[in-house]
């Protein structure tokens, strides 16, 4: 069993691998943090992985991401998806709960601003992890103090 985490780099997704980390600690459980990686510029620019002007190179965009993960939990399992062309969130919510299930996830963790209104409304990524019954879902929606 492990804690997975879906990570964008966003405040709540950091929060929400600090979170796993410390549920982990107590439950002598591994943590695993995944990010889906479009090949897409704008896609990576908007997620703050890339600077304006510079080019998408999927090796750099992940080994930052590993390190900043590192940062907050250097005993994480790091693992990306990488797909094609921009896809829409379901997609990458579907490669998600595919890792979680391969991960034999008990908990999977979700950073995610929209999870303020009620799950089943929730407009994101997290609103397609949420669906699959196989792992609880933990919603991280305050950044670490």
Do not use: C
């Not at 090796?59 to 940062?71: C, I, P, Q, Y």
């Amino acid at each position: 069993m492990s804690f997975l985490v879906a990570y964008d780099d966003s405040p709540l997704s950091r929060a929400a691998v600090s979170r796993a980390v410390e549920f982990a600690s107590a439950e002598e459980t591994d943590v695993v943090v995944v990010t889906v990686i479009p090949k897409s510029a704008a896609y990576a620019r908007s997620n703050g992985w890339l600077a304006d002007g510079e080019a998408f190179d999927a090796d750099a965009v992940e080994e930052t991401l590993a390190s900043r993960v590192r940062e907050v939990a250097p005993d994480a399992e790091f693992r990306t998806v990488r797909m094609g062309s921009t896809q829409p969130q379901s997609a990458i919510g579907l490669a998600i709960r595919r890792e979680a299930k391969r991960a034999d996830a008990e908990v999977v963790f979700v950073g995610s601003a929209n999870a303020g209104r009620i799950v089943t409304n929730l407009a994101s990524v997290g609103q397609n992890v949420a669906t699959d019954v196989g792992y609880d879902v933990h919603i991280v929606r305050r950044p670490s103090q």
